[in-house]
Structures are given as structure tokens and as C-alpha cells.
């Protein structure tokens, strides 16, 4: 008699694999413009002004994306810099101007949250995923810069204040070149983040990078998503800390985070934006969250590119 | 990880580093994740059976350099690199970084986010040979190695090392061993490689070339290759030090004895290796040698205390009589 078989044995080895919370997505988070805080204490006709010029483009997005495709809109209030107004008085003015030039706000988030909200700091989330952007010839043999507090695309951007034709043939002095230009080069600095008043405050440019990314839903705190949408108060307070840090305002919305962003903004915002695609082209995604996408992208039949920057669309107009 | 596309023709070159965590006992799987959370925000995993085992997220290194040859040819290859931590027993530490080389569809190098967007993939720009670049990464000292990789894993190592979780106080020294790999996927009609070299510095060389074989499985087959390799070449010093000082058990005692207290129990092949890949674990087990050496070692570690305990016995015994 045979004894009883013995089946194919598997044993899993690692016990916790990294789990990695998967959130629903639109297809696009429309934001829909942006205004420093003195911008937007000028009264409802300057906010409905805004909206105007904003509703084209928005308009332009629903109708490449129509239902059943997902689009989510969404604003972020400057309540990093300053907080002049508190959300009691903004809040109902900002949805009630968007509404009056015929848009919805579907989610509100304050720009403050991206720098912290309690013990978790988005920003420093980010810096952890910077990959700087490596000049020619780095083999591993110098470790990575010290987090200055700067991000370059480029090598030898410390040069004299004014370079003349003259001194440009001078022996000594060499052209800034940025990594992997291939005949001309656009050199940039970008300050991440200064010490004012002994305490670390973080730039524009790297909390709307933050804002892009989690938009685009690609950030984790030990596997969970984080600033995942609250409903509103009752009663919008009178601190913008009492916010929760995305508000969703439209219940009806699509969800917020989304496979790609589409950031609508004045032309004085391009230079900020610029920074910010570059912090953002200097930013990995934890492997195991782009997988994730990628497999709900392709469940979706969405095509998307593994470049992160490619992602992020701009419009860049002062009414048209 | 490459898809089976990408697969084709690729290489992964690696290096393994392996040595004692600097600290008086083992640790404990919460300190192990302190010391290996090494992206903040990503999760430290761990397994408890057979044995504590715990494996960090993967940092990456930005690189724009010159590629491994052993013919001298001149490549450049852009892409990032991937460094992973591991913690066995709360006791031996290695660091592995590695990256696979895939040929460039553009003869210029991209804008940086496209790198990103492979992690652990460095491209080659113009003319690769896997060939070539293996042999001159993992075959021989004569190539130019050109990209760092051992410094990388190196800074990673230093930089657990270095912690103020740990007491620095080892209770036994062990050099650190090193082991530099280089995988091919062979093609349909090519043989499977395996050549295994060792440098006059005791560095090991490992080219291998298997198909059907996922990167995170060789990953595992590798570092577990290096932890017992590592296991065995330090209780061979222990040993051949006593064997130097022959005739003073005494004073070599306190060091065979660390190697039952610290080492010996580590030793648990194949622990994490995937089963598809055990008969060629067995296979480098016995080209390498391996299990039959540790058993030969380990027999003579016992042999010495057995002896030192008949000598203890009977030793006072005699003096009186």
C-alpha cells in the first residue's frame, strides 16, 4: 500500500510582505488655478475674475474626459506663508465664486499640510525620495551631496555675479553644463527649503511638488495613503489648522487622487512650476506603489508612462 | 525587477557584502527595523521562521559612468542602482546593490525622471555586450570594474554600522566578506553559465547565467550563498589561528567557544531560497564547496572542546598524583 502522497510543499518565507494601501483614482485632478493669500482676500469680483479664466481649460478637460471617465477637481489654499483670512470667511467665498462662474470645487486642500499635518510632514516624505540627478561620470565612488537644501540639473553653477565675454575666455572659469544637455544647457538651482527663525520652513516650489504627488496618489507612510480626503466640518473654523488637510466639498465628486494631474495657472506661476518638475523629475515612487498603479492603470486600459513628470500637465495662460 | 521583455539579453550585475553587525548581542526585530528603515515612509519586512530575518526598502544611487569591461571598450551607462540591507538572526548584516543593464533606445542620455521611472536599471548607451561587461564585472581582476558598486554597499554597511543603536562591542572579529555576481539570461539556444572565481584579496566572483530565474529569487540565492560562504571562511580562521598557536587550547578556547555561542547556529542553508532554485543552490553548494568543508570545520571546533574538556578533567587530577 502507498502511503498517503505528499503534496508539493510551499513554504512563504517573508511573512510581511510590504503592504501597500491602493486608493481609488480618477483619471485627472484638474486644479483649478492658485492664488497667493493677498490674492485672495480681494473680495468675491476678483475670486469670480479667477474662476472666469480658469473655466475654459476646465471645460477643455471635461469634455476629453467625459463620463464615465473620472475627472476630480480641486484648489489648494495658501495657508503656508500666511493665513490673513481663516476658513469661515474663505471657504464659503471660494465655493461660492467658483459655483457662480459655473465650476465645482470637489476638493479643497490647505498648502500647509503638505509641509505637516501632526507628526507626519509630506515634505520630508518627498526628500526622502530624492534621487539627485547624477552630473557625468558619478560612479558610486562619492556618496551622495548633503541634503543642502538645494536641488540642481546641472554642475558648476557657482560662478562669478556677473560673467563677461572676457572672462569666459579666461582659463580658470568653466560654463555651467547641465546633466545630459546634448548641445545647449538650462541650468537651475532650486532652494528646497531656508532656516527662518530657527525652524525649517519649506519652499513653494517643493510643497506644490509635494501637492502633485499626492494628487497623483503615489505617496505612502508605511503603507498607508496619506491626507486621504475628510468630509467638511459643519462649521468652517476659525484656524486653518482645524481643516482637515483635503476637504472633499462636492460628495458627488470623483476621487481625488488620480492617474494624472492638469494644474491650470497664471504665467507668473511658470517659473514656481518649473522648479517644481524639476523636484519632480528628481523623485522616485516606492516600487512597490508603482506597480500597484501600473496594474490599475492597465485593469483600466490607461496608458501610462513610468515617468512621473509625464504625468503632470501644465496650462499656462492669462485669460485667453 | 525586469519584466520577461526586458529580460531578454539583459545582465545584473551585483556585489554582496557580508559581516557581523556591530553589536554585543542579537537584536531584536524592532531594532532591526530601526536600523534598516533606510527610506523613511517605506516598510522594513520581516520573517520569523526558519529564523529572524529582516530585508530594508531599497535606496537608490543615481550613476552616469563608464559600464564594466574586461576588453577595455569604453561604454557609458546612465540609471540609478539599488541597495538592499539584510539582517539574519538580528546578527549578520548585508548590504547588496546591484542593477541591471538593459541597452538604451536612444544613443543620448534622457531627462533624469526617465531613469526614475526604471528603478534599479541603468541604460546603456551605444554598443552593449553583456558579454564583455559581465566578464569584466564578475570574472576576473583584469577588467575595469568602472562603476562602484562595492563602495555603494560598502557606505550602506557603514552607514547601519554607525548607528547609535548598537554598542560596537562584537563579541567575536570577522572580516567582512565580499562577493561580486553577475546574472544572464541566456538565451533560447544558449547554455546556462556558471563561473566562480576567487581573488587573491578572497574576493568571490560569480557569473551566472539561468533562465526562468526572477531577479529577487536570485537576489536570495546569492546572499545566502555569501552568509554561509562567510560563515564558513570565519570559523576557518578561528581555526587555523588555533592551529598556529597549537598547544594553547586555553587561550584559544575563549574564541572557539564564541563560535558555538555566536556563529555556528547560523548556519541554515537554503533558509530563504526559493525551492526552484535549491538543486542549483546544491549544485554551486558543491562547486564552491561549501556544506562538506563547514561539516569537516565543525567537527574539529567540537573535537577541540572535546579535548579541552578531557584535558580540564583530567588535567588537576594528574597534577596531584
Known sequence: ?320 | MFSATESEGALTIGVVKTGFLGHSTAVSPETASALLALVPGEQVRHAHRPRAYAVSPEPLTGVDCEMPSLSGRRTRGVGTVATRATLTGGRILQSCSYTTLVPATRDYRREWSHYLGRPGVVEVIRRMNAEDAAAGFAESDRGARAIELELIADAVLTGVQISSLLDRKLPLRAERGAWRWAFQHPGPDEAGIFKFTILRDGTRLLRLGVSDASLPDLLDLVEDLALHDWLLRTVEAKLERVQLESGTIDRALPSISALFDHLIHHWMPCARVKQELLPLWNELDRAIGLTQPWEISVNRVRDQLRLRGMNHARGPAAGTS
Not at chain 1, 463620463?67 to 470667511?89: N, W
Not at chain 1, 555651467?176 to 537651475?188: E, L, Y
Not at chain 1, 480626503?229 to 488637510?245: A, I, K, S, V
Not at chain 1, 528628481?282 to 490599475?296: E, L, T
Request: glycine share 6%; net charge negative.
Open chain 1, 1 to 320: 500500500m502507498n502511503g498517503p502522497e505528499v503534496p508539493r510543499l510551499e513554504v512563504e518565507v517573508l511573512t510581511a510582505k510590504p503592504r501597500v494601501e491602493k486608493v481609488p483614482r480618477s483619471h485627472v485632478s484638474v486644479e483649478l488655478g492658485h492664488l497667493y493669500m493677498e490674492d485672495l482676500v480681494r473680495g468675491q469680483e476678483s475670486l469670480r475674475r479667477h474662476f472666469a479664466r480658469i473655466k475654459p481649460w476646465a471645460d477643455f478637460v471635461r469634455s476629453r474626459y467625459a463620463p464615465p471617465l473620472r475627472v476630480s477637481t480641486c484648489f489648494l489654499v495658501d495657508d503656508y506663508f500666511s493665513a490673513i483670512a481663516t476658513p469661515k470667511e474663505l471657504v464659503p467665498e471660494l465655493i461660492e465664486a467658483a459655483e457662480a462662474e459655473g465650476l465645482v470645487i470637489d476638493y479643497l486642500a490647505r498648502e500647509s499640510a503638505c509641509a505637516s499635518v501632526g507628526e507626519l510632514s509630506p515634505a520630508e516624505l518627498v526628500m526622502a525620495k530624492v534621487i539627485p540627478d547624477p552630473p557625468p561620470g558619478t560612479n558610486g565612488r562619492r556618496p551622495p551631496a548633503q541634503q543642502s537644501g538645494w536641488l540642481t540639473n546641472s554642475q558648476g553653477m557657482n560662478r562669478p555675479e556677473a560673467v563677461t565675454e572676457a572672462m569666459t575666455r579666461l582659463p580658470n572659469w568653466t560654463p555651467p553644463r547641465q546633466n545630459g544637455a546634448q548641445s545647449h544647457s538650462i541650468c537651475m538651482d532650486v532652494q528646497l527649503w531656508d532656516n527662518a527663525g530657527g525652524r525649517r520652513r519649506w519652499s513653494c516650489a517643493l510643497l506644490a511638488a509635494v501637492w502633485q504627488l499626492l494628487r497623483l496618489g503615489v505617496l505612502r507612510c508605511e503603507g498607508e495613503a496619506i491626507l486621504r480626503p475628510d468630509d467638511p466640518p459643519g462649521e468652517y473654523p476659525d484656524r486653518w489648522d482645524d481643516l482637515p488637510p483635503v476637504v472633499r466639498l462636492n460628495e458627488r465628486a470623483q476621487p481625488f487622487f488620480a492617474f494624472g494631474t492638469m494644474t491650470v495657472l497664471e504665467t507668473r506661476f511658470a517659473e514656481v512650476e518649473a522648479a517644481v518638475r524639476m523636484i519632480l523629475s528628481q523623485v522616485v515612487v516606492d516600487p512597490v506603489v508603482s506597480v500597484q498603479i501600473a496594474d490599475q492603470a492597465a485593469a483600466q486600459g490607461i496608458e501610462l508612462p513610468n515617468d512621473l513628470v509625464r504625468r503632470v500637465s501644465h496650462v499656462f495662460s492669462d485669460g485667453i
